[in-house]
């Protein structure tokens, strides 16, 4: 009841909607003036103005401009009472100047903290956004190792086998413009790592998915057509995870048609696909195995997702690497939505025989969230470093740590082993544009 009222009492997203509330609520409050003080029902005359606190409200929960249409209504309501005889003819200029003062400080104040939770808002999407895909890039690593220690030569295949068929199969996201690509190999792993013998893979379709698979593996019921009313397809697409018939269905429940359900989820949320698997073998079906194929359905669509994402970069840049391209244009977006700045910072390497590896080292020592692109040139080498939701302080200390690493190591500072920084801020140019800047700094050619 509390959760439904809180609800209810949030402010309104809808344009229309705030101005509907902007008119409707101060004529509410005209109307209990009516009730309860017929004589002065403006509160004009009274030793609190009580009306005032409809625009009031209008502007701490929306800004000054919806306050000061609720103001906008009270003096079109006097007017008509003034027309109509029901108040003196003297205007109250102090009762309505005061009002209006009162309305803009709520406003301005209003402004500023929505401004900051919005803000607020934006760096955290961004952070969620990251933790997901990290968590799915550890937890790949993770399951990558243990089965390279406990049965590669058991198995068909190893998982970095695995992971290089899926980098291959999200890499042909702009081939055939596809909404699965690559959907046929990728029911192709499923069978030889996870024993996986009748499957098929949908394609969203509006608010729900396409009936008929865009690829399928095995002999599947119906010819493979989706059963929209199955009890488990419903489980997955109301919690959005993975769901067995061994955990989803209860004792009663209608028999499933299918295994398993997994919908194709982005770390953004997105749903770009779903996993309806008819027919594995009985004691394939365990927790490992389920985690196995989770996990590669999460890095599957990821690096869709980042394909697309980074494919208006790279269109510009080939040899950009697909997980800056995509980094670069998240931190645009939330520089657009939360005006929360990034910065990027270019190391520029000159030829020098006695130094041609700093570039690579340098490299191996990025932040967590940092992203790397090395342009290498026979002139010179570029490490291109960028730094999510960090400012100048940041990239300068970048730098000064970077310089001190390399006074440690040479014993000369940056200049003099020939490199060289440069700082731009991820702020009022769109990424094609602040790269075709960087490099025309950097005097990258156009080959590199």
Same mark, same amino acid.
């Given at each position: 009841?509390?959760?439904?009222?809180?609800?209810?009492?949030?402010?309104?997203?809808?344009?229309?909607?705030?101005?509907?509330?902007?008119?409707?609520?101060?004529?509410?409050?005209?109307?209990?003036?009516?009730?309860?003080?017929?004589?002065?029902?403006?509160?004009?005359?009274?030793?609190?103005?009580?009306?005032?606190?409809?625009?009031?409200?209008?502007?701490?929960?929306?800004?000054?401009?919806?306050?000061?249409?609720?103001?906008?209504?009270?003096?079109?309501?006097?007017?008509?009472?003034?027309?109509?005889?029901?108040?003196?003819?003297?205007?109250?200029?102090?009762?309505?100047?005061?009002?209006?003062?009162?309305?803009?400080?709520?406003?301005?104040?209003?402004?500023?903290?929505?401004?900051?939770?919005?803000?607020?808002?934006?760096?955290?999407?961004?952070?969620?956004?990251?933790?997901?895909?990290?968590?799915?890039?550890?937890?790949?690593?993770?399951?990558?190792?243990?089965?390279?220690?406990?049965?590669?030569?058991?198995?068909?295949?190893?998982?970095?086998?695995?992971?290089?068929?899926?980098?291959?199969?999200?890499?042909?996201?702009?081939?055939? &413009?596809? %909404?699965?690509?690559?959907? !046929?190999?990728?029911?192709?792993?499923?069978?030889?790592? +996870?024993?996986? @013998?009748? =499957? /098929?893979?949908?394609?969203?379709?509006?608010?729900?998915?396409?009936?008929?698979?865009?690829?399928?593996?095995?002999?599947?019921?119906?010819?493979?057509?989706?059963?929209?009313?199955?009890?488990?397809?419903?489980?997955?697409?109301?919690?959005?995870?993975?769901?067995?018939?061994?955990?989803?269905?209860?004792?009663?429940?209608?028999?499933?048609?299918?295994?398993?359900?997994?919908?194709?989820?982005?770390?953004?949320?997105?749903?770009?696909?779903?996993?309806?698997?008819?027919?594995?073998?009985?004691?394939?079906?365990?927790?490992?195995?389920?985690?196995?194929?989770?996990?590669?359905?999460?890095?599957?669509?990821? &690096?869709? %997702?980042?394909?697309?994402? !980074?494919?208006?970069?790279?269109?510009?840049?080939?040899? +950009?690497?697909? @997980?800056? =391209? /995509?980094?670069?244009?998240?931190?645009?977006?939330?520089?657009?939505?939360?005006?929360?700045?990034?910065?990027?910072?270019?190391?520029?390497?000159?030829?020098?025989?006695?130094?041609?590896?700093?570039?690579?080292?340098?490299?191996?020592?990025?932040?967590?969230?940092?992203?790397?692109?090395?342009?290498?040139?026979?002139?010179?080498?570029?490490?291109?470093?960028?730094?999510?939701?960090?400012?100048?302080?940041?990239?300068?200390?970048?730098?000064?740590?970077?310089?001190?690493?390399?006074?440690?190591?040479?014993?000369?500072?940056?200049?003099?082993?020939?490199?060289?920084?440069?700082?731009?801020?991820?702020?009022?140019?769109?990424?094609?544009?602040?790269?075709?800047?960087?490099?025309?700094?950097?005097?990258?050619?156009?080959?590199?």
């Amino acid at each position: 009841m509390k959760r439904k009222l809180y609800r209810y009492l949030l402010p309104f997203g809808n344009p229309w909607a705030v101005a509907g509330e902007a008119v409707m609520l101060p004529l509410f409050a005209v109307g209990i003036g009516i009730w309860v003080n017929p004589l002065d029902p403006l509160w004009t005359q009274a030793g609190f103005p009580w009306i005032w606190f409809a625009p009031v409200i209008l502007a701490m929960r929306y800004g000054p401009f919806p306050g000061l249409t609720g103001a906008a209504v009270l003096l079109f309501a006097w007017i008509a009472f003034r027309a109509s005889g029901w108040v003196p003819a003297e205007f109250p200029k102090l009762n309505f100047l005061g009002g209006l003062i009162l309305v803009m400080l709520a406003g301005e104040f209003s402004s500023l903290w929505l401004a900051r939770a919005r803000r607020a808002e934006g760096i955290q999407l961004y952070l969620d956004q990251r933790l997901e895909y990290l968590t799915h890039q550890y937890y790949l690593l993770r399951l990558s190792h243990d089965r390279l220690e406990q049965d590669l030569i058991g198995r068909p295949m190893a998982m970095r086998d695995a992971l290089a068929a899926l980098h291959d199969l999200a890499r042909e996201a702009d081939d055939n &413009g596809d %909404s699965l690509p690559g959907a !046929a190999g990728l029911l192709r792993l499923f069978a030889q790592y +996870c024993q996986v @013998e009748a =499957a /098929a893979l949908y394609a969203t379709a509006g608010d729900g998915f396409a009936p008929t698979p865009v690829a399928a593996m095995g002999r599947l019921a119906d010819d493979g057509r989706l059963a929209a009313a199955d009890p488990l397809l419903a489980h997955a697409r109301e919690n959005g995870c993975l769901s067995h018939i061994a955990t989803a269905q209860e004792p009663g429940d209608q028999p499933s048609r299918y295994v398993i359900v997994a919908p194709l989820t982005t770390f953004d949320g997105r749903t770009l696909g779903l996993l309806a698997v008819e027919r594995v073998p009985f004691f394939a079906l365990h927790e490992e195995m389920l985690q196995t194929l989770n996990l590669l359905l999460g890095y599957y669509t990821d &690096g869709l %997702s980042a394909r697309r994402l !980074a494919s208006q970069v790279q269109a510009a840049f080939p040899t +950009c690497p697909t @997980e800056f =391209a /995509a980094e670069l244009q998240r931190l645009w977006r939330v520089r657009e939505e939360s005006q929360v700045r990034s910065v990027i910072v270019a190391l520029e390497f000159q030829a020098r025989p006695d130094y041609q590896d700093l570039a690579s080292q340098i490299r191996r020592q990025r932040r967590a969230l940092d992203v790397n692109w090395l342009i290498e040139s026979p002139q010179q080498e570029i490490l291109v470093t960028l730094m999510p939701l960090a400012g100048s302080a940041a990239a300068e200390g970048y730098i000064a740590r970077i310089e001190e690493w390399i006074r440690q190591k040479t014993g000369h500072p940056l200049d003099e082993v020939g490199v060289f920084a440069h700082v731009l801020r991820v702020e009022d140019e769109a990424p094609v544009p602040l790269l075709n800047r960087l490099l025309k700094i950097c005097n990258v050619p156009a080959e590199a």
